[in-house]
């Protein structure tokens, strides 16, 4: 016998752990997913560079579903209905469930212009388009790049500032690589005075002597008016020349939050307590993109605290299903932790309330990022254990 029917929306980071952990604790899961696969965009980086395939990028949802247990319904969302605890999947509504994981994600801020841009954070199939437009311009002969992303003033947690550094130094060390980096201008560029700050104040100007040791130009501390073809306009009319612009936007809610009538922050991210349940409601839970998070100015949306939420609402939910009150707090695993990939080696970055580091490691960070992504896959297929904060 089950401990009841939980709905589970999203196929990302969140999701399928939410997913996994309620499964294993008894309940009846099924998972909805707009793609029949989970997508690796911390390791999409190398997808432009060629050091990976996309597919490598890349794991099949029903290969965790039959692992797991749950079943899988593969669909857009198109409603919410938090009262029946129930919703539409592509214009089809569901059947009640006992318990709802939200774990859509978010949506992206539109800047004027915004069409003129790639991001890596974007669709998964637009690291293709990356790559094949910088295939384009090595075939011309050489270029300019920019690099940049944006923030979200009413919630500054929604930023994806480690992927624009990343992409921008595997840029460069692919260049390089290949003989081919004095026919290329490499420029970074965001709104921020400091950007990177919520890292701590010596791991930035670690970040910052990378891009000056490589030579990348800097153009920080400037609001950005519009991109348009060939280059991005700041306020001070200023204009950045570009023939290749990947942008990675600010984070903000989903249209869909507000049109469920969810409880939402300015900035349209669904609020949610301490235990990952949403304010006012019973039995529906919210956590990673999805979810308005509390914690320190430096707060960050990121896969592993999307992990660790969701392993919290599952705590919770079990709970909730045996009459007890919540028992864990996500707040507790607000933390900043990456390993910065710069080409020929990585870093790896920690900061918590406790404390704060970023250890740069030559090759061997390289390899270890690379293999995360083989790790991810065979522990989500139940091939190896999971390490503990890994």
């Not at 974007?122 to 790559?131: A, N, V």
């Not at 970040?207 to 400037?222: A, T």
């Not at 690379?370 to 896959?377: A, E, M, P, V």
Request: glycine letters at 12%.
């Amino acid at each position: 016998m089950t401990k009841g029917r939980v709905l589970v929306l999203g196929g990302g980071f969140g999701g399928v752990e939410g997913a996994i952990h309620l499964s294993r604790a008894g309940f009846d899961v099924t998972l909805v997913s707009e793609r029949d696969f989970a997508y690796l965009y911390p390791v999409s980086i190398w997808i432009p560079t060629g050091e990976i395939d996309f597919d490598d990028a890349c794991l099949d949802l029903l290969r965790i579903s039959s692992r797991y247990r749950f079943k899988l319904l593969r669909g857009k969302v198109t409603g919410i209905d938090p009262e029946g605890c129930r919703v539409e999947v592509d214009g089809d509504r569901t059947d009640s469930f006992d318990f709802m994981l939200i774990a859509l994600g978010g949506a992206k801020m539109k800047p004027a212009g915004v069409e003129h841009t790639l991001s890596i954070c974007g669709r998964p199939k637009d690291s293709l388009e990356i790559k094949k437009r910088v295939e384009a311009l090595i075939a011309g002969g050489g270029g300019r790049i920019a690099v940049g992303f944006g923030g979200n003033p009413k919630d500054p947690s929604a930023v994806r500032g480690g992927p624009a550094f990343e992409q921008v130094f595997n840029l460069h060390h692919f260049f390089v690589k290949k003989g081919w980096r004095n026919s290329f201008s490499l420029t970074m560029f965001a709104p921020m005075e400091k950007p990177g700050i919520r890292l701590g104040e010596g791991a930035v100007e670690k970040v910052y002597d990378f891009l000056n040791r490589m030579k990348i130009d800097r153009r920080f501390g400037v609001k950005i008016t519009r991109f348009e073809e060939g280059g991005v306009v700041f306020a001070d009319d200023s204009r950045l020349e570009s023939d290749l612009t990947l942008f990675i936007p600010a984070g903000t809610g989903l249209p869909l939050f507000r049109e469920a009538g969810l409880p939402l922050n300015d900035a349209g991210f669904i609020r949610i307590d301490p235990s990952c349940r949403v304010e006012g409601t019973k039995r529906i839970f919210a956590v990673g993109d999805s979810a308005a998070i509390d914690g320190p100015k430096w707060r960050a949306k990121q896969g592993h605290l999307a992990e660790a939420m969701a392993r919290v609402a599952a705590a919770n939910i079990r709970a909730a299903a045996a009459g007890r009150d919540p028992e864990e707090n996500y707040i507790d695993h607000v933390s900043i932790l990456c390993v910065m990939d710069y080409g020929n080696g990585a870093a790896v970055v920690h900061r918590s309330t406790k404390r704060s580091f970023m250890v740069p490691l030559p090759i061997v960070g390289h390899l270890l990022k690379k293999s995360w992504g083989l790790y991810w896959k065979l522990t989500k297929t139940g091939r190896i254990m999971r390490l503990p904060g890994f």
